[in-house]
């Protein structure tokens, strides 16, 4: 499909067991989790355990807080097409780009990026807990774009 994923592989610190960025091991541990996710295979596996983990988060603080409410933003760009010829082009790259909100939510993903997801070696059904038709709905704030209107839809 000559889908190009980019990854934010270091976005606000590391890990506590690695210590902080004065740590002499990190470039050697750092260099070793990016290979882990170069290409489809891992960036989908990767995608599937984020967003799984983040699911049975949520479940499990609604568990003991019912009255919990999970904000989560997304960032405002959109692709947008020069001419009708790269219509469906930056329709993809917007799918690609909502691909984890769709499914941390829940949400039906498109022909087009279903099919990424069984080539990158994602099992028919996601495994994936999901939250469409759930209490979880109702606690969960998407700010952003339009797409976080979408999100809890059936």
Known sequence: MNVVPIV?????GVPDWIGDFQNED??????????QLAGDRPFVTALKHIVKA??????AIIGE????IFVQSESSEQYHA???EAARAAGKL?????????????RRVSSEMYTYLMGAGCCPRLQLPVLRATDLCRACRLSGTAHAARCCRR
């Open 54 to 59: 983040n699911v049975l988060a949520m479940h």
């Open 8 to 12: 934010d592989l270091c976005h606000f």
């Open 82 to 84: 020069e001419s009708p």
């Open 65 to 68: 807080r019912p009255d919990s």
């Open 26 to 35: 990190l470039p050697r541990l750092f260099a070793g989790y990016a290979e």
């Open 94 to 106: 917007d799918a690609m780009r909502f691909l984890s909100l769709d499914l941390n939510y829940g």
